[in-house]
């Protein structure tokens, strides 16, 4: 639980840290206390969280995490108009920001729902509001062994404790049970353990169906082409309007 918290409010700040309005005033915590000078910003933190079992057995990854999510954004403005304009813009780059990126999609199940309360203080000399952008957020926990140490997300390890990479294929093995389509109705042992008394059809363990499925790699992003310039006295190109 704790390592899913840490790895999401981590990608979370760096990637509002890019948001160009901030100013670099992104916060992984409820603290600092706000001042003048930190405006606009933005302070993230985990809520309450729930996690439901989904296997029979007890292990840290047979478990479906729900957990609040909070970005909480706070300006100031001479006027409340003003003030809950540029909240608005703001808390909409916000969303678009994090629902558009895969490193912060990549370690949840679904996001259930987006809560945001807004609130005043006009106590002290700033007049400051604030909105609590509440992402309630479903996670499955992985049983990992470690984080990447550049991205920070959980490494899943084999049995010998090496990293598992892509996943490249997918092997499907199929043993028919209709006794019309399965070849080994006749011919195979009718006592157990190789076969079943009477010749029964399967499932008999003999795989009468196999295909191997390729998963074809992510290829990277193509580089956006790089224009061509103009050629010395312009483009050459002229334009006429029609009236």
Aim: hydrophobic share 35%; glycine share 8%; aromatic share 6%.
């Amino acid at each position: 639980m704790g390592l899913w918290h840490s790895v999401q409010r981590q990608v979370t700040a760096d990637l509002l840290a890019e948001l160009p309005f901030f100013q670099g005033h992104i916060f992984n915590s409820r603290m600092p206390t706000l001042r003048r000078d930190l405006l606009p910003c933005a302070r993230i933190y985990t809520g309450a969280d729930q996690r439901a079992s989904i296997s029979q057995m007890n292990s840290t990854s047979g478990y479906l995490g729900v957990a609040t999510l909070t970005v909480q954004v706070t300006v100031e403005a001479a006027a409340d108009p003003a003030a809950s304009d540029l909240l608005d813009l703001y808390c909409e780059a916000v969303e678009i920001k994090l629902l558009q990126s895969q490193a912060w999609l990549c370690n949840i199940s679904l996001v259930t729902a987006i809560d945001t309360i807004f609130e005043t203080d006009v106590q002290g000399e700033m007049r400051t509001t604030t909105a609590n952008i509440n992402f309630l957020l479903k996670y499955a926990p992985a049983a990992a062994n470690g984080e990447d140490p550049v991205t920070g997300v959980p490494v899943i390890t084999d049995t010998n404790g090496e990293p598992l990479g892509d996943l490249e294929s997918v092997l499907l093995m199929i043993d028919v049970i209709d006794p019309a389509a399965d070849p080994n109705t006749t011919g195979h042992p009718t006592e157990p353990p190789d076969g079943y008394p009477g010749g029964y059809p399967g499932p008999d363990g003999r795989i009468e169906v196999a295909v191997s499925i390729p998963i074809p790699p992510v290829a990277p992003e193509p580089n956006p082409p790089t224009p061509r310039p103009d050629p010395p006295g312009g483009s050459g190109i002229t334009t006429r309007r029609v009236q």
